[in-house]
């Protein structure tokens, strides 16, 4: 079994090893973590999009609160982890010929030539996850099969987005982007709480006032968490300042 470039492999193994002990070391310590991670990740995911799609799903789809808050959002980390496992066992395999290798490293190129790839991917997710909350469409869902396995879908999708446009930021950034997420969060729950008609007739009106609710606590919750972390690592270490 080939390892790649053995360069890879003088860069982290421990000294004194021989060559052969070196490959070994790699493939116990490395490789095979990063498998299980990989394998882990798709677990996660398949288990998560299973239960969405079964009766446990179908649950939380009937009120409104929990299909914003727990079904939809368990969509969109199920794309997350699929990506994410896939990214892993697109690292393990390419380990073992250097052809994969090679492959590796042009797509790992193109990714940072490309790093306006980040503001697409966000983008492109936040208009799938857009289009399904118009009213027409979000009531469609719940009563229509068609439209609700198209829901599935996007979402999906939308969760392979984000994990594509996060790859590309720095730590610092993507505190930014979660405390985005939370201010947006935080506006569309004004909205449903403080708009005089129903927004998604499907669902009972009380119920709009605790999705809206709902809402403004999470932006809440990612506010007086994140902000605090964000602030230390920028203030808290100056050797790391930048770096973050």
């Known amino acids: 079994m080939k390892l790649g470039r053995?360069?890879?492999?003088?860069?982290?193994?421990?000294?004194?090893?021989?060559?052969?002990?070196?490959?070994?070391?790699?493939?116990?310590?490395?490789?095979?973590?990063?498998?299980?991670?990989?394998?882990?990740?798709?677990?996660?995911?398949f288990l998560i999009l299973l239960s969405?799609?079964?009766?446990?799903?179908?649950?939380?789809?009937?009120?409104?609160?929990?299909?914003?808050?727990?079904?939809?959002?368990?969509?969109?980390?199920?794309?997350?982890?699929?990506?994410?496992?896939?990214?892993?066992?697109?690292?393990?395999?390419?380990?073992?010929s250097d052809r994969l290798?090679?492959?590796?490293?042009?797509?790992?190129?193109v990714t940072l030539s490309a790093q306006a790839l980040s503001i697409s991917a966000f983008a492109s997710a936040a208009v799938l996850i857009g289009y399904w909350y118009l009213p027409t469409e979000f009531n469609a869902t719940v009563t229509d099969f068609i439209s609700n396995s198209e829901m599935h879908i996007s979402f999906l999708f939308a969760g392979?987005?984000?994990?594509?446009?996060?790859?590309?930021?720095?730590r610092r950034f993507k505190l930014i982007a979660l405390v985005v997420v939370g201010k947006a969060l935080g506006l569309y729950g004004m909205f449903l709480l403080l708009t005089p008609w129903i927004v998604y007739s499907i669902y009972p009106?009380?119920?709009?006032?605790?999705?809206?609710?709902?809402?403004?606590?999470i932006m809440l919750i990612l506010d007086f968490t994140i902000m605090p972390?964000?602030?230390?690592?920028?203030?808290?270490?100056?050797?790391?300042?930048?770096?973050?």
Request: hydrophobic share 50%; aromatic share 16%; net charge positive.
């Open 160 to 170: 392979v987005l984000i994990f594509i446009g996060a790859s590309f930021l720095s």
């Open 229 to 244: 972390l964000w602030l230390y690592n920028y203030f808290g270490n100056p050797s790391r300042r930048g770096l973050v």
């Open 6 to 45: 053995t360069s890879e492999v003088y860069r982290i193994i421990p000294l004194g090893l021989t060559l052969k002990e070196a490959r070994a070391w790699y493939v116990n310590r490395v490789l095979i973590p990063q498998f299980r991670w990989a394998l882990a990740a798709w677990a996660v995911g």
């Open 205 to 217: 009106a009380y119920e709009q006032v605790y999705a809206g609710s709902a809402l403004l606590f």
């Open 101 to 109: 290798w090679r492959i590796r490293n042009y797509l790992h190129a």
């Open 52 to 96: 969405e799609v079964t009766s446990f799903g179908e649950v939380l789809e009937q009120n409104l609160v929990t299909r914003m808050i727990a079904h939809d959002v368990l969509l969109l980390v199920s794309g997350f982890l699929l990506s994410y496992g896939t990214i892993f066992l697109m690292q393990v395999t390419s380990h073992l």
